[in-house]
């Protein structure tokens, strides 16, 4: 049963933060949380954000109104011409809630390092009727040289390839250390609705280490300090030494020239 952990809902406090920031009175949580999953149901089902290669949401509320970033490789799509899609989808989740909404679009950057719109572009892949075997593995190629990724993992699971039964297959590149809370891992989940039935798409990416302003350092970085450190003071009091040796010799001229 190992394995079946969210990895940023494992790290939330540690290395991520929560994607919902709010604080309301308990009575109103249930209420509150159910608002935000609807407002995020509605703008990923919304035509004018088809294609657009969302990675997250982002939801803060303020006393007078709820602000909802949105992280996308592609900006334009959702911004529309002279920003027409962007007033819809505003004037639509404005109908569902009854503080002021106010969007704030952010692009991102590395889309290929991005484990959420990998999986989407697997998923719209296996959409068109392309070989699994292959999407994966031009995914994790890309995700890798592209992207500067550490380690990718793909998990498709369904009828792969319009087979009778059901499967698991799982590509891997490099390595994922999902066991190491200080490693950056991002996960990403899609889902491709095909004729045969639903095909599910997981995508693990490693990025490396991150470590916080926390960080210690090892024994040895620490000697290694202590040594360098060293032979500099001895230096400066051999100068020292040095010198005064040759003022002593200088004075000890002149009482000789005087006499």
């Known amino acids: 049963m190992g394995q079946k952990v969210n990895p940023?809902?494992?790290r939330v406090g540690i290395n991520r933060t929560w994607l919902s920031r709010w604080y309301v009175d308990p009575k109103e949580y249930a209420d509150t949380l159910h608002e935000d999953l609807k407002l995020r149901?509605?703008?990923m089902d919304m035509p004018?954000?088809?294609g657009a290669d969302i990675a997250e949401l982002e939801i803060i509320r303020h006393p007078q109104r709820i602000t909802i970033t949105i992280h996308t490789a592609r900006p334009g799509v959702i911004i529309g011409i002279k920003g027409a899609n962007i007033e819809k989808i505003t004037s639509e989740l404005q109908k569902h809630v009854s503080k002021k909404v106010q969007i704030k679009?952010?692009?991102v950057r590395n889309a290929d390092n991005n484990a959420q719109i990998i999986a989407q572009n697997v998923a719209r892949q296996l959409l068109a009727?392309?070989?699994?075997?292959?999407?994966?593995?031009?995914a994790i190629t890309n995700a890798i040289k592209k992207g500067n990724a550490q380690g990718?993992?793909?998990?498709?699971s369904g009828r792969l390839g319009g087979a009778e039964m059901s499967r698991t297959e799982e590509a891997k590149e490099g390595r994922i250390p999902l066991h190491t809370l200080r490693a950056d891992i991002d996960f990403g989940f899609a889902e491709a609705h095909t004729t045969f039935g639903s095909i599910g798409?997981?995508?693990w990416v490693y990025n490396g280490m991150k470590y916080g302003k926390e960080q210690k350092e090892d024994a040895g970085?620490?000697?290694r300090k202590r040594r360098e450190r060293v032979p500099a003071h001895r230096n400066e009091g051999q100068r020292t030494e040095g010198s005064r040796a040759e003022g002593s010799r200088g004075e000890s001229s002149r009482n000789e020239g005087r006499f």
Request: hydrophobic share 45%; charged share 35%.
């Open 201 to 203: 798409v997981k995508v």
């Open 129 to 138: 009727r392309s070989s699994f075997r292959r999407t994966m593995k031009q």
């Open 221 to 223: 970085a620490l000697l």
């Open 8 to 10: 940023i809902g494992l």
């Open 48 to 50: 004018e954000t088809k």
């Open 152 to 156: 990718v993992k793909i998990r498709l």
């Open 41 to 43: 149901k509605l703008i």
């Open 105 to 107: 679009i952010k692009e």
